[in-house]
């Protein structure tokens, strides 16, 4: 099956598209960073939203204050969840350990 071949338009429309999904995934970790949100409400806003659903969930976790890459990796480990686990992947238990572990 080969690659279809897409024109300026779409191109531009799909790159404008994937800037706006980064922005909107840098800006849920931020609002975690500064404290806006807490994980359970990132969490949950990322359920309701399809471009949210696809932060990595060690990426969420080292956005949080105080937890940087090797708490965020023993947690994972922890809860047994993927390295490379996103927030959609998340089945209800890992969901809810990881609500417990930060309330």
């Keep these: 099956?080969?690659?279809p071949s897409l024109t300026p338009e779409q191109l531009e429309g799909a790159r404008a598209a994937a800037t706006a999904a980064r922005r909107q995934r840098a800006a849920l970790k931020e609002q975690?960073?500064?404290g806006?949100?807490?994980l359970g409400e990132a969490?949950?806003?990322a359920t309701e939203d399809e471009v949210l659903a696809h932060v990595k969930?060690?990426?969420l976790l080292k956005?949080?204050?105080r937890v940087?890459?090797?708490r965020a990796a023993r947690i994972m480990e922890k809860l047994e969840i993927a390295p490379n686990r996103r927030i959609r992947g998340l089945g209800r238990h890992q969901t809810a350990a990881l609500r417990a572990e930060f309330s």
Excluded: N
Aim: cysteine-free.
């Design 68 to 70: 940087g890459e090797k």
């Design 1 to 3: 099956m080969s690659i």
């Design 32 to 34: 975690l960073r500064s």
């Design 36 to 38: 806006e949100l807490t």
């Design 63 to 65: 956005a949080l204050p």
């Design 43 to 45: 969490l949950d806003k």
């Design 57 to 59: 969930v060690i990426d």
